[in-house]
């Protein structure tokens, strides 16, 4: 069965298809685009007459297709809720495509688009898939490649206002040839949050620091991060006569847990090796990857999964799910455990993500003030004792929409204009507000998002501010996405739940993940980027050779896995921020 990642998508309460069908005819003009302008489409980046003049594209270059009944699908976050309920409606009036956009839970999304990739069969026009398959698309030669296609075929429906450039995540859409596979539509960080009422609270600075020597901030390290933990839990106690706790996680063995961990854990510790947005030639994963094949998992084929950063990552998250958490977290799956830091107990949280937001600004929670600012605030998740600079420091889910060769083109051209009418500049200022999921720079640095920054406890700030770049979705080292992510939830289960230690948990999944490529290997299935592994060889080999050509996975083990705790005043982070956008080239 396939892991299904719930995440932002659980935030909504719907989680079965959500089906915008239309049946009644649909206008195809401009006074059904001015219609939307006014009444929808604001704020936006463009002027009303630069929406017009964008939407008089979309209605010419829709007339071939006016009266087909296309169909896309994507996953249930509000973003995507947003574009099936209005968005959808508004293309089918403006273009006379007739639109059904359904919602559908993760785990289905990548089980149907693997049946049309291994069937033939048009199940639907265009996908939004994350962009974690992007090693999957690139390898397995059933997606379009997006620069082909907007060069050759969907030349005539691709608008000239796209602007690729604009797009923050079209690096994590990129293949290893170079070209791009995926249209990013929307895409949300997993970052540190705290209690900001609490950090700066006089009283709790001055215990903190009374017995740990250093100040109460954001945490730049590991160490800071379980300092606050035990500070807060065994210490604090209680905050206005409610239990608090300084950490908050989930351990049910589920497939939630999969990518609880895929999604750049690893990584946040120090495994792995440099590289934007992903390391190389070792990944977060701990796949090491030479060319464009993948070539080992374990350490001794030169992998880094079960290698020393990636045992201490999860020792630390079982550490602290077991001594600074609520004791029904180790119970919980992603689902249970999202809402709980709202309800006001928890003092931080180190992988939050911040498709969150939106819930968490609720007027009346208890982590909101009257005046309608969060109690809270987000910051850069702080770094373990084997991350090195260079390295990436996180996830970032980037949803992007796909075109798969086995849809007929004419469909495919239609899905395409879709694609393009949900993230054009006419619209995607408004969906960002929505959703806060940004997917292009000129949104972010927007004066709407200016104005409503305070609301947002620093969601804005993280966007605009250069450690964005070290936040990234899973890379081109995945071979095969689907069938490696179902392995994950499986072998931390076993760690979480005491079956297994640490380091004997990574040692089968390290196992299990060369299995599968050794299978893919002998198939042949993926040509000349599929994997083909190295021969075993001791740790030691690796290690020396990682050091004599300047990389470092796999890092040996650290003598010292706790060095001293370090973090940094809040509003000094900030500040140090550029507040201008940065210059286009």
Known sequence: ???????????????????????????????????????????????????????????????????????????????????????????????????????????????????????????????????????????????????????????????????????IGISFTTAPDGKVYQLPDQQFANLYWFRYDWFTNPDIKAKFKAKYNYELGVPLNWSAYEDIAEFFTNDVKEIDGVKVYGNMDYGKKDPSLGWRFTDAWLSMAGNGDRGLPNGKPVDEWGIRMEGCRPTGSTVERGGDTNGPAAVYSIAKYIEWLKAYTPPQ????????????PAQGNIAQQMFWYTAFTADMVKPGLPVMNADGTPKWRMAPSPKGAYWKDGMKLGYQDV??????????????????????????????????????????????????????????????????????????????????????????????????????????????????????????????????CGPKLNAKQPMEYWVNLAKESGNLAPQPKLANEKPQGETIDYDTLIGSWPATPPKKN
């Open 1 to 167: 069965m396939l892991p299904s990642k719930s995440r932002g998508r659980l935030l909504l309460a719907a989680s079965a298809v959500a089906l915008i069908a239309f049946a009644a005819p649909v206008r195809a003009d401009e006074a059904a685009a001015k219609k939307w302008i006014d009444s929808e489409f604001q704020p936006s980046t463009l002027s009303k007459d630069e929406q017009m003049r964008e939407l008089e594209w979309f209605i010419k270059a829709a007339e071939p297709f006016k009266g087909m009944e296309i169909n896309v699908v994507s996953e249930t976050i509000t973003t995507h809720e947003y574009e099936a309920k209005v968005l959808a409606k508004a293309f089918s009036e403006i273009t006379g495509i007739k639109l059904t956009h359904d919602l559908i839970q993760e785990g289905d999304v990548v089980e149907k688009i693997q049946t049309q990739m291994q069937s033939g069969k048009n199940i639907y026009d265009a996908w939004v898939n994350d962009s974690d398959l992007i090693g999957t698309h690139f390898r397995y030669k059933q997606a379009v490649p997006l620069t082909d296609w907007m060069a050759g075929e969907g030349k005539d429906v691709t608008s000239p206002s796209l602007d690729l450039p604009d797009f």
């Open 399 to 528: 949803g992007s929409w796909t075109l798969l060769k086995s849809t007929p083109v004419d469909r495919r051209k239609a899905a395409w204009l879709y694609a393009q009418f949900v993230t054009s500049k006419t619209v995607s200022l408004k969906k960002s507000h929505v959703g806060l999921t940004f997917i292009r720079e000129s949104d972010i640095w927007d004066k709407s998002f200016t104005e409503r920054a305070p609301q947002l406890g620093g969601l804005i700030e993280f966007y605009r501010s250069p450690a964005r770049v070290q936040w990234s979705p899973t890379g081109a080292n995945v071979p095969d996405y689907p069938k490696l992510a179902q392995l994950w939830w499986q072998a931390i289960g076993d760690a979480s739940s005491g079956a297994k230690t640490p380091q004997a948990a990574m040692d089968s999944l390290a196992l299990a993940q060369e299995s599968v490529m050794e299978r893919l290997e002998r198939s042949g299935v993926q040509g000349e």
């Open 329 to 340: 977290a180790a119970g919980m799956t992603f689902s249970e455990a999202g809402p709980v």
